[in-house]
C-alpha cells in the first residue's frame, strides 16, 4: 500500500497567464501525488477558486490595485515582490505555529524572488518552478556573465550568428534592448530571478530528452538538483481551469466541420501587443493564403485599438466561412482537434510544448525575452517551425502555404510527430518524466521540516 502523505506544499505563482499556468498544473501533479497544496496568490489575476476545489488558497495583497498590469514592466514586478513579503511572511509564521512539521516547502515562480528572502528568514525549504525552456535560462546566464561581449551592437549585426549561444543571433538576444543596448536595470532584474539563494531543487516543465545537454550544463552552474517533469498539463490529472480570459468554446463547433488537417490557428498568446499595421498585414496574408483559419484578437491587444476594429472594412464578410474570428479560445482543445494543422504563435514555452504534444507544427513570429529563444530553436535546431522574419502580407502568405502545403511542410510535420512521440515515450513508467516525478515525490518528502540556521561568517577568520 503507497503511504498516504500529509504535507503541504505552498505554491506561489507570478500572476500572468504563461506563468500562472504552469504552476496550477504543477499544484494537480503533486496533489495527485499525496500532497496537501496552497495557493499563495496576489490579488491580480487571482485564480478562480471554484475551478481549484482540491487546493487551499491564500490571497497576499500586492499593492498593484492602481497601476496598469496589462503589461509586465520591470518596475511593476519589482513592486510586487516587495508589497507580498510581509503578507507571505505572517502567514508562514501562523501556519508553522499552527501546523507544526505539515509544511513540507515552498514553491516558487523564479520571477517571485522575494519568497526566498522570506523563506531564509523562516528556515522553510524552497523550490523554484521555471516555466520556461532551459535553453532560455541558459542563454540569459551567459550574458550576464559578460553582458560587455553582446552589448552594445551595431544595427549591421543584427543578423550575424553568436556562436557561442547557436543558434542566436543579436537579433535574438532575449532582453529588453533600447538603441542595441541594454538599460542597467533590465540586467538587475534577470540576475534577481536567476539567483537561487538557498533553494534546494528546480522544477522545470520541460523534457529531459528535449534540452538533456543544456539542463546538464545549468545544473552544472547552480549545484542542485533538477527535476524536468514535462509537460504539466500531460502529467497530471485532466487539466483543470485556469485561464484568465473567457474562453469562446463554440470555435470547436467550427472546427468540426473543416477538413482535417486544414486549419492555421492564430493566437498571439496573453500578453504581445500588436500595432494597427500588423494586424492589417496579417489579415491579408491569412486571406490571401487561401487556408482556413481561427484567428485569436485578444481584446486590448491592437495598439489603439479595443478589438478587431482596426480590420479591413468588410474583411470578415469576405473570407466567411473560411475564417473565424475570437476573443480567446480553449487552446489545449483548439490544438488537438485533427482540422488543425499548423499554429502561428508567439512561441512562448507554455504553446510550444503544447502545440509540439498534439504534434502541431508552427509558423514562430516571437515579440520578447524566451518567445525569441523558442523561435530559434523551433526553426533552426528542432526544425519544426518557419520563423516570419518580415511582417508583411506577402511574406506571411508564402509562410502560410510553405507551412499547410508544400513538402517542405510535410518535413516539418513528420519532425514534430516524432518529438511527440519522445515526449509520449517520456510520460510512460520508464520514461524521464515519469521517473523525474517519482524522485521529486521522494525528495520532497524527504526534506527536513526546518533548514538549519545559516552558519554564522565571523570576520577575520
Not at 493564403?289 to 485599438?305: A, D, K, M
Amino acid at each position: 500500500m503507497e503511504v498516504e502523505r500529509k504535507q503541504s506544499v505552498i505554491l506561489v505563482p507570478c500572476p500572468y497567464q504563461g506563468h500562472l499556468t504552469p504552476m496550477l498544473q504543477l499544484g494537480n501533479i503533486l496533489h495527485s501525488q499525496g500532497f496537501s497544496v496552497i495557493v499563495a496568490h496576489t490579488r491580480h489575476n487571482a485564480p478562480n477558486y471554484t475551478n481549484h476545489p482540491q487546493f487551499v488558497f491564500h490571497s497576499m495583497d500586492d499593492g498593484l490595485q492602481r497601476i496598469d498590469m496589462s503589461f509586465p514592466s520591470v518596475e511593476t514586478l519589482y513592486s510586487m515582490n516587495e508589497n507580498c513579503k510581509v503578507h507571505l511572511r505572517n502567514y508562514l509564521a501562523a501556519m508553522m505555529e499552527e501546523e507544526g512539521n505539515e509544511l513540507a516547502c515552498i514553491i516558487y515562480d523564479s520571477v517571485m524572488f522575494f519568497v526566498d528572502d522570506v523563506a531564509t528568514q523562516l528556515r522553510v525549504p524552497t523550490v523554484v518552478l521555471y516555466t520556461f525552456s532551459a535553453a532560455f535560462l541558459h542563454s540569459i546566464i551567459m550574458i550576464l556573465q559578460q553582458p560587455e561581449k553582446y552589448f552594445p551592437f551595431e544595427d549591421s549585426q543584427l543578423m550575424d550568428p553568436l556562436p557561442e549561444l547557436h543558434p542566436l543571433r543579436y537579433k535574438d538576444l532575449p532582453f529588453y534592448v533600447v538603441n542595441n543596448k541594454i538599460p542597467e536595470w533590465d540586467l538587475e532584474f534577470h540576475r534577481a530571478t536567476c539567483d537561487i539563494g538557498s533553494s534546494v531543487a528546480a522544477i522545470w516543465n520541460t523534457m529531459q530528452d528535449l534540452e538533456d545537454s543544456t539542463l546538464l550544463r545549468l545544473q552544472e552552474h547552480y549545484k542542485m538538483p533538477f527535476f524536468p517533469i514535462g509537460p504539466f498539463h500531460k502529467m497530471g490529472p485532466l487539466d483543470s481551469l485556469s485561464s484568465i480570459f473567457e474562453e469562446d468554446n463554440s470555435c470547436l463547433e467550427w472546427l468540426d466541420k473543416q477538413a482535417p488537417n486544414s486549419v492555421l490557428y492564430v493566437s498571439l498568446g496573453s500578453l504581445a501587443m500588436i500595432n494597427d499595421k500588423e494586424l492589417i498585414e496579417t489579415a491579408w496574408g491569412l486571406a490571401n493564403s487561401e487556408q482556413p483559419f481561427l484567428w485569436v484578437i485578444r481584446p486590448g491587444s491592437i495598439s489603439g485599438f479595443q478589438y478587431a476594429e482596426a480590420l479591413p472594412d468588410g474583411y470578415e464578410e469576405m473570407v466567411g466561412e473560411r475564417g473565424r474570428i475570437v476573443k480567446w479560445a480553449p487552446q489545449k482543445q483548439v490544438l488537438a482537434h485533427p482540422a488543425v494543422g499548423g499554429f502561428y504563435t508567439h512561441c512562448g514555452w507554455n504553446s510550444t510544448v503544447e502545440s509540439i504534444c498534439e504534434q502541431v507544427p508552427m509558423i514562430c513570429r516571437p515579440f520578447i525575452a524566451d518567445q525569441l529563444v523558442n523561435a530559434r530553436y523551433l526553426s533552426q535546431i528542432y526544425k519544426v517551425g518557419f520563423e516570419i522574419e518580415v511582417i508583411e502580407r506577402t511574406v506571411i502568405e508564402k509562410t502560410i502555404r510553405k507551412l499547410m502545403l508544400s513538402e517542405e511542410g510535410e518535413n516539418v510535420k513528420k519532425r514534430v510527430v516524432d518529438m511527440k512521440q519522445n515526449i509520449v515515450a517520456a510520460m510512460e513508467i520508464d520514461g524521464t518524466s515519469h521517473k523525474n516525478l517519482k524522485d521529486l515525490v521522494d525528495f520532497i518528502s524527504a526534506l527536513p521540516s526546518r533548514l538549519p540556521p545559516p552558519t554564522p561568517v565571523v570576520v577575520g577568520s
